[in-house]
Antibody, heavy 119, light 113 residues
Framework: EVRLEESGGALLQPGESVRLSCSAS????????MHWVRQLPERGLEWVSG????????EYLESVKGRFTISRDNAKNVFYLEMTDLRVEDTATYFC?????????????WGQGTLLIVS | DLQLTQSPSFLSASVGDRVTMTCRAS????????????VAWYQQMSGEAPKLLIF???SLPSGVPSRFSGGGSGTEFTLTINGLQPEDSATYFC?????????FGPGTRLEIK
């Protein structure tokens, strides 16, 4: 059974930093591209960042470029979202997501989310 | 930048009804492989993570009831639920994933009367 578990959410002030983690199990994590997605307080969904299976290719939402860094540790089946210079508008529930295919596609599995509040 | 709109934003229907909701893309885009966009649909119940309902416009993942169906092409896509059930009360989001940034629609909230 595929399991994704996020951690690291917190209540922080603008300008602070935090690292979110996503622990994965139940599939060959090292073969898969992975994503972070957030759900804003008004309940809209927003893709944030994606990382290739080997960590060499990283993509970011324009509004987080230069502030957020995605990374992964395939030996530990974990990937991360390092978030710096946080803004009030980063307040959201952050989900880690596994796509259908190893190269991407629709989001087949979601974690339960971790809440980040910047206030 | 691609934008997705969904209509209606709110839908109220009764058990057993057939409902259709629409997702429209602001433009036609191709993936890096040259294929035109497909959409995915997600169901999100209150307090839960979204759940994949439809991928590649019309394919159902294992375990999704056959009363859900997806269609469309180009810039207009639909999600239809035949024979509404009480547990279908949720918000439904469409998504395009063929290019970055992946985009979601704003959602259609479905209420079962």
């Amino acid at each position: 059974e595929v399991r994704l578990e996020e951690s690291g959410g917190a209540l922080l002030q603008p300008g602070e930093s935090v690292r979110l983690s996503c622990s994965a199990s139940g599939f060959n994590f090292g073969d898969h591209l992975m994503h972070w997605v957030r759900q804003l307080p008004e309940r809209g969904l927003e893709w944030v960042s994606g990382i290739s299976w080997n960590g060499l290719k990283k993509e970011y939402l324009e509004s987080v470029k230069g502030r957020f860094t995605i990374s992964r540790d395939n030996a530990k089946n974990v990937f991360y979202l390092e978030m710096t210079d946080l803004r009030v508008e980063d307040t959201a529930t952050y989900f880690c997501v596994k796509p259908l295919g190893i190269m991407g596609g629709a989001y087949e599995h979601w974690g339960q989310g971790t809440l980040l509040i910047v206030s | 930048d691609l934008q997705l709109t969904q209509s209606p934003s709110f839908l109220s229907a009764s058990v057993g009804d057939r409902v259709t909701m629409t997702c429209r893309a602001s433009q036609l885009t191709k993936s890096y492989g040259g294929r035109f966009q497909h959409v995915a649909w997600y169901q999100q119940m209150s307090g839960e993570a979204p759940k994949l309902l439809i991928f590649a416009t019309s394919s159902l993942p294992s375990g999704v009831p056959s009363r859900f169906s997806g269609g469309g092409s180009g810039t207009e896509f639909t999600l239809t639920i035949n024979g509404l059930q009480p547990e279908d009360s949720a918000t439904y989001f469409c998504q395009v994933v063929n290019n970055y940034p992946h985009k979601f629609g704003p959602g259609t909230r479905l209420e079962i009367k």
